[in-house]
């Protein structure tokens, strides 16, 4: 599956999500949305989250989804891998 597609997947799952697109690749508005996600930046900052709690929340989310199971894993693995990566900043 390329980007474009996972992208489109992603989007149908988050309805009224903004994506920022000026410019970027489907894979950078991914994967930036996923870090967004991750951080609970879509949120008031007296409310967010810790990033853990959204992505046990994003996993549920893309778990009880009606996605393709090749799908599911792909999307997993990329909050996974934006997880690891804001952690090492």
């Known amino acids: 599956m390329n980007f474009d597609e996972l992208l489109q997947e992603y989007r149908s799952i988050w309805n009224n999500r ?6 970027n ?5 991914l994967m930036d949305a996923i870090k967004r ?6 949120t008031h900052p007296r409310v967010r989250k810790g990033i853990y709690e959204k992505y046990f ?13 090749e799908t ?7 909050h996974l891998k934006v997880l690891e990566d804001i952690n090492k900043e």
Do not use: F, P
Not at 18 to 23: F, H, I, S, T, V
């Open 18 to 23: 903004k994506l920022n697109a000026e410019g």
């Open 25 to 29: 690749t489907s894979k950078e508005i």
């Open 37 to 42: 996600e991750l951080l609970d930046e879509n």
């Open 57 to 69: 929340t994003a996993s549920k989310r893309i778990i009880y989804s009606v996605l393709s199971q």
């Open 72 to 78: 599911k894993l792909l999307l997993l693995n990329l």
